[in-house]
C-alpha cells in the first residue's frame, strides 16, 4: 500500500536555527508531492509542491524543498526559522495517475524558541 | 472571498446518536474530500467525490455515510456504527488534473467529541 512517512513527530528549535523536515513515500510510479503547514488556529494550507521539472521548489515564507527521485524523499528546508513558522507540517503524495487520492504522513510539530 | 465553511465547528453527542456534518464551498470545485485527523496520525481519508451523484470510498468508510447532491455541498455522517468517532474532521475541495496534480483546499474543520 502507498505510505507516506515523516520522520520527525515534535522539532523544536531557536529562532535563526536551520530547518529539515525528512519525508519518504512508499509508491513505485510518477507522483507529485506536497508540504502542506497548519498554522495554530488556521486552516491547513499548501506550503509548496513539486509536479515536474527542477527537483528543487521554493514555497512561500521562504521554505524549500527537493525531490530525491532515487530516494524517494521530499525533504523540507528553511535555512532561518522564525517564531511564525511555529506549527504542523504534513507531507502528501498523489500519484500521478489521474487519480483523486491525496495520501498525508503524520505531521511533525514544529515548535520555535523566540 | 471564496472558499470552504465547515459546520458546526465544536459539536458534542452521546455514543449511539448519528452526527451529520456540514460542508458547503464556492469555489466552483469539482472534487470534496472528507479527511479525518487524529494526533500522530495525520490526515485519513474518509471519503471523496469527484462530480456530483458520485462518491467513492477512502481508507477508513466503515461508519461513515456521505451524500453529494449538490456541487457545493458534501456533508458526512458519522453513524453509530463508528466505533472510534470522537476525531477532528476536514473537509477539502479541488479542481484535479488528469495528471494528478491535486491541490487541496482546506475548510476549517470540525470537532466531534462523542461522549
Known amino acids: 500500500a502507498q505510505s507516506v512517512s515523516q520522520h520527525n513527530h515534535h522539532v523544536i528549535l531557536s529562532e535563526a536555527a536551520s530547518l529539515e523536515l525528512g519525508c519518504n513515500y512508499s509508491y513505485g510510479g510518477t507522483v507529485n508531492l506536497f508540504w502542506y503547514v497548519q498554522y495554530p488556529g488556521q486552516h491547513l494550507q499548501l506550503l509548496l509542491k513539486y509536479f515536474s521539472g527542477d527537483p528543487l521548489v521554493k514555497g512561500i515564507k521562504g521554505f524549500e524543498a527537493e525531490f530525491i527521485k532515487s530516494k524517494f524523499s521530499f525533504n523540507l528546508r528553511k535555512p532561518s526559522v522564525q517564531w511564525s513558522d511555529t506549527a504542523e507540517y504534513f507531507c502528501?503524495?498523489?500519484?500521478?495517475?489521474?487519480?483523486?487520492?491525496?495520501?498525508f504522513g503524520a505531521g511533525t510539530r514544529l515548535f520555535v524558541k523566540a | 472571498d471564496g472558499g470552504i465553511t465547515q459546520s458546526p465547528k465544536y459539536l458534542f453527542r452521546k455514543e449511539g446518536q448519528n452526527v451529520t456534518l456540514s460542508c458547503e464551498q464556492n469555489l466552483n470545485h469539482d472534487a470534496m474530500y472528507w479527511y479525518r485527523q487524529d494526533p500522530g496520525q495525520g490526515l485519513r481519508l474518509i471519503y471523496y467525490?469527484?462530480?456530483?451523484?458520485?462518491?467513492q470510498k477512502g481508507d477508513i468508510a466503515e461508519g461513515y455515510s456521505v451524500s453529494r447532491e449538490k456541487k457545493e455541498s458534501f456533508p458526512l455522517t458519522v453513524t453509530s456504527a463508528q466505533k472510534n468517532p470522537t476525531a477532528f474532521y476536514l473537509c477539502?475541495?479541488?479542481?484535479?488534473?488528469?495528471?494528478?496534480?491535486?491541490?487541496?483546499?482546506f475548510g476549517a474543520g470540525s470537532r466531534l467529541t462523542v461522549l
Open positions: 467525490s469527484q462530480i456530483v451523484n458520485d462518491f
Open positions: 502528501a503524495v498523489t500519484p500521478n495517475t489521474g487519480g483523486f487520492k491525496t495520501i
Open positions: 477539502a475541495s479541488s479542481n484535479p488534473e488528469g495528471s494528478g496534480a491535486n491541490v487541496l483546499t
